[in-house]
């Protein structure tokens, strides 16, 4: 079974950054995906192991950066230029296995337990 450890949520003023972390046992993907009050979890960036592949929601392109340290198993998701309507709670997802929805979250099988991101205006 996969173990995931995700950090780095918190509260910050709009336009202000955060980084959260997600330690993995293994994966293949990583992906984070949120969840507002009221609203249902929506995929925001995955990354496959390899590294040469990533994939972002339309709605953070540009804002947020994927990224990963093999050696530490821990792939990073540095959010800036943040807006209120990124406060959610964030979740990491792993598959071990190839996926062709990354983006998905059916596509995974092992979830964190979340932290939550919230942006004030």
């Known amino acids: 079974e996969v173990q995931l450890t995700e950090s780095g949520g918190g509260s910050v003023q709009a336009g202000g950054s955060l980084r959260l972390s997600c330690t993995a046992s293994?994966?293949?993907?990583i992906g984070w995906f949120r969840q507002a009050p009221g609203k249902e979890r929506e995929g925001v960036a995955t990354?496959?192991?390899?590294?040469?592949?990533?994939d972002y929601a339309d709605f953070v392109k540009g804002r947020f950066t994927i990224s990963q340290d093999n050696a530490k198993n821990t792939v990073y998701l540095q959010m800036n230029s943040l807006k209120p309507e990124d406060t959610a709670m964030y979740y990491c997802?792993?598959?071990?296995?190839?996926?062709?929805?990354?983006?998905?979250?059916?596509?995974?099988?092992?979830w964190g337990q979340g932290t939550q991101v919230t942006v004030s205006s």
């Open positions: 990354i496959y192991v390899g590294g040469d592949y990533t």
């Open positions: 997802a792993a598959s071990r296995f190839l996926l062709n929805r990354p983006l998905q979250e059916t596509q995974y099988d092992y």
């Open positions: 293994e994966y293949t993907y």
